[in-house]
């Protein structure tokens, strides 16, 4: 019960070393169990958990070197107090009381006038419920401080999800083994979903078909047994499209449609409107491709899709996963367990958010709320009656914005005012770091506890600290709540440990006798959820219309939104296309700083098709300029059958000062949002590329 693995003699390791479960922080579906071994209180290896069966003893390369990244000379140990120009990097070290001291006494200064003009950044630099958003959204409920609305990287897609099936909800990820077609739409599930690619090739064995729908030809479109190599921005079109051949040549269960959804002659009549023709020309795709794929899901069972993330970072993303996800019901694949659509399974977790967060320490205060995804506009913004007091202090933790967040010269540009005060909780010096007036060190997953939901799968996973904090670092939960003894804040809630946290996060949902025995739970959850309707909408069936969305005077259907940016004439002056996926070794902007990792991954670069380079004169390896209204930026090109003709793909997200002229690819991203859920629109950008 001690969390602690006994080790056999024969196992090659150590007999004085220990064991200990715990699982990965990082924003990937597949929520890894982890077993650290350490030897002398140093955490010399991290490897996948072979009893947890989604994890099955694999880790992506990225988290299999967690204990270099634990231990890494770079590591932040003590607190640092800025002793140069912002952005400059140079800080002097202090000791915690000192800091605390002063960060209190300016929050308290600043609370005293506004505390709305105080506002907490933070997003999925740790995944977990307790050094997440738990003594930290207590800490700013108490203080009054703005809210933030955490937008960057799902909350198109959960909304257009909630909005049709009525939550982050769908097939469990298991029984994508036993499907007979995947559809992997908006997914490189070899970089960012390993292990339901495992399923997938288990099934591909078995012999289903994989398809990839995606603007990129990733490894993961390679290995499929077809690519659909659709514009930026299309993917609602095509799923019209997929829904106009289901109906002509009736490939629907009309019993499930009638029984379990609504608004279906709405969207009948929709549908029927997208021919293969017309969603072939607005998705530069082939008619005949769109046809065959129809074909394929009308008549295959069992037949499923894998979405991820990546297809809703556009104007019109929201709309776009309500479409695919009506998919499902119009042919009955929800009936079979290995049928259906996975974005996300948080929403299955039965979380205690309240108790975790305490917004009753808000007294009846209604703070504004403050996009992160416009960071940038906001941090530049005076004060008025309809925005509120200007941002006069920034606690930063768990993100790097000024690396991540969009147009990032108006991000750095915020940051860099001499009048705003910022404190980053962190483990290395990032880009954001550099502008801090305070640093302050986190620990890592070794050295604290937290407990995990799962957006891939339906394990609760427990983790628990295998070494003390190295240096000075201090758990997120620890800085929090010394900074509210120093604000003076006396509720119990503020002196509660982090292992009742982790309790507190699914009460009595979850045993948590058997996270401490093991590591994780399983969630009871049907293995075909949705086979009798039930869906968790208002209505209880998959809403092709929503109600909800009508009231808001929005399209209560799904349909094709242009994007925000689209090059619609040949003499545009950006006329290409520009996405921006995540570099394979590194998880948005984790990791970039491991020698190793960046070694793998090589530099910077700017995928272009050779239709596009040959005119520009541009060749593999050449130094390019890639720029439009909000910048430039200087990469290496790569001159690549991966990026179709009128489209470029920018890898991401590398550090800022890694990049050839100390800048990134969000210098060249724009900070409008999205249909719905007011997420940012990554992949709604328009660029033209120079050789430099």
Not at 386 to 409: D, R
Not at 503 to 523: I, N, P, S
Not at 589 to 602: A, K, T, Y
């Amino acid at each position: 019960m001690t969390g602690v693995i006994s080790i056999s003699p024969n196992s090659g390791i150590s007999p004085d070393s220990q064991q200990v479960r715990g699982a990965c922080p990082h924003d990937c579906p597949d929520t890894c169990a982890l077993i650290t071994t350490v030897h002398n209180g140093i955490a010399i290896k991290v490897q996948g958990n072979t009893e947890h069966r989604h994890t099955a003893g694999v880790l992506c390369t990225k988290v299999s070197r967690y204990a270099e990244r634990t231990h890494h000379p770079d590591r932040l140990l003590f607190p640092l107090r800025r002793a140069g120009p912002k952005g400059s990097g140079r800080f002097e070290r202090v000791g915690w009381d000192e800091a605390l001291k002063d960060i209190g006494a300016k929050l308290r200064a600043i609370a005293t006038q506004e505390p709305e003009a105080i506002l907490p950044y933070s997003y999925a630099g740790t995944m977990g419920l307790v050094q997440g958003e738990s003594m930290a959204a207590r800490f700013f409920h108490q203080l009054g401080a703005s809210l933030l609305d955490r937008t960057i990287c799902a909350s198109a897609g959960g909304e257009g999800l909630a909005q049709t099936l009525g939550g982050r909800v769908g097939m469990k990820v298991e029984f994508f083994a036993q499907s007979r077609l995947i559809l992997i739409w908006g997914s490189n599930s070899i970089a960012s979903n390993l292990h339901f690619w495992r399923l997938a090739q288990e099934a591909k064995r078995a012999g289903a078909k994989l398809v990839c729908i995606d603007p990129r030809r990733t490894e993961t479109a390679e290995k499929c047994h077809e690519h659909v190599q659709l514009r930026p921005g299309t993917d609602t079109a095509l799923a019209l499209a997929l829904m106009h051949e289901l109906i002509v040549n009736d490939w629907l269960d009309h019993d499930y449609i009638a029984r379990h959804t609504l608004g279906w002659e709405g969207l009948r009549e929709r549908a029927l409107r997208w021919s293969p023709e017309r969603a072939g020309a607005v998705c530069g795709i082939g008619r005949d491709q769109i046809r065959s794929l129809a074909r394929d899901w009308g008549t295959t069972r069992p037949a499923a899709i894998r979405l991820n993330y990546g297809m809703q970072r556009v104007r019109g993303g929201g709309n776009a996963v309500r479409a695919v996800a009506c998919l499902p019901a119009l042919t009955g694949a929800w009936r079979d367990p290995a049928g259906g659509v996975l974005l996300s399974s948080s929403g299955m977790f039965p979380v205690n958010n309240s108790a975790l967060q305490r917004p009753d320490l808000l007294a009846g205060r209604r703070p504004r709320t403050i996009n992160m995804s416009t960071i940038g506009d906001d941090l530049l913004r005076r004060g008025s009656a309809q925005f509120g007091p200007k941002i006069a202090a920034l606690v930063v933790y768990n993100s790097n914005p000024v690396a991540v967040a969009p147009e990032s010269s108006k991000v750095v540009a915020g940051f860099a005012r001499e009048d705003l005060f910022t404190v980053v909780m962190e483990q290395f010096q990032t880009d954001t770091a550099d502008y801090a007036d305070y640093v302050l060190p986190a620990t890592t997953q070794l050295e604290h506890w937290d407990v995990h939901a799962s957006y891939g799968h339906t394990d609760v996973l427990l983790n628990r600290p295998a070494i003390a904090p190295v240096g000075e670092s201090r758990p997120n939960t620890e800085i929090f709540r010394e900074l509210a003894r120093h604000m003076g804040y006396t509720d119990p809630c503020f002196g509660e440990p982090d292992q009742s946290l982790c309790r507190q996060a699914y009460g009595d949902k979850v045993d948590f006798e058997l996270l401490l025995a093991q590591g994780y739970a399983t969630l009871p959850v049907p293995d075909a959820p949705f086979a009798l309707g039930g869906f968790p909408t208002p209505s209880g069936k998959c809403e092709f219309f929503s109600e909800r969305l009508a009231r808001q005077g929005l399209d209560g259907l799904p349909d094709h939104v242009p994007n925000h940016e689209v090059a619609a004439r040949a003499d545009a002056r950006y006329p290409l296309a520009m996405i921006s996926p995540p570099a394979r070794n590194f998880l948005n902007s984790s990791f970039v700083n491991m020698r190793s990792l960046r070694d793998i991954e090589g530099e910077p670069l700017l995928e272009i098709h050779e239709a596009d380079a040959t005119p520009r004169g541009i060749a593999s390896g050449a130094v390019v300029r890639v720029f439009n209204d909000r910048g430039e930026y200087r990469c290496k090109a790569d001159v690549s059958h991966r990026a179709r003709p009128g489209v470029v793909n920018g890898l991401g997200v590398w550090w800022r000062k890694f990049g050839l002229d100390g800048t990134n690819v969000n210098q060249l991203t724009s900070q409008k949002l999205t249909d719905m859920g007011r997420g940012p629109v990554f992949y709604d950008c328009l660029v033209e590329v120079h050789a430099a």
